[in-house]
């Protein structure tokens, strides 16, 4: 079967092959591929910056945000031939750390865990892929192609989870929310938060386009430009940008009380050391958090999954921009100035 593999750590080593059909050890439940979105780890996993290939292989199939349709349920239960489905992406550390031991896999402390086309096992861009049933994730067949998105709904169920559960150390009315970074994380965020708050902000560098379009869709309020020069301090800001900068602008922005979730990873080097004490000082004196979030356990698949059938589902449509054969994965890898949310398809829905 056709699959796109990459050797990890050698940049340009991505290539469609053929490969063997998916093991059996994988799981009893086999899944014909539909689609797989394409996301930043994966272009950082191609470009040679990211990624572990299984024990003893030199070659990792690539994809983590997958959507199929069931061809063998296998030891399921639940699931049916032809149903949707969509596989969690990473696994409990073996030894188990304490999280890993009640199955909060996202909270791993040992770093030991593993991901499907990240880290030690093989993604779903393969035509066909097992997964153990308590690993695949049943999706509303109404939402047909868009139950790829999924896989990104579940990294904003639980930031979500992670600024209620912060929020609610003390009395606390959330009104305000902003959202900063209009990809497609902070676009599924802004949908998730606009159906509990009503006012909500996006903030993003693009002036027009479908961006500014989608957030006015969700009866959100669009604005360019900073942080800093926003006319109000908002209860909570998601962010999803990952640059120093945005960061820096709302940890001065952030409402006393408020709570700023970190979402989005970058770089930048070494604040100096007096610049993290004037940041610590702004957290006491405002009774500000600072709280990260990576990654989704059963609960936030199974919320996201949820939202998404709430979602309204031609906005969500919108946010698919682009759809390539696996033939053109290196387009689908490319990054256009439209681009919201790319998917590699690989069976007609
Ligand atoms: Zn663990």
Redesign the pocket.
Known sequence: MKAITVEPKTPGSARLENIAEPDARDGSVLVEAIAVGVCGTDVEIVEGKYGWAPPGQSRLVLGHESLGRVIDPGASRSLKKGDLVVGIVRR??P???P??AVGE?DM???G??TERGIKEIHGFMSERWRTEPEYAVKVDSSLGILGVLLEPMTVIAKALEQVVAVGQRSYWEANKVLVTGAGPIGLLAACAVSMRAKDVHVLDRVETGVKPELVRALGATYHSGRVMDLGFEPDVIVECTGVGSVLEDALHKIGAGGVICLTGVGGGGAAPGHAVADIAAKLVLNNNVLVGSVNANKRHWYKAAQALVQADRKWLSRLITRREAPENFPQALERRPDDIKVIIQFSEI
């Open positions: 409990p550390d030894v188990p750390c999280n890993c896999w791993c402390r040992n030991q865990y």
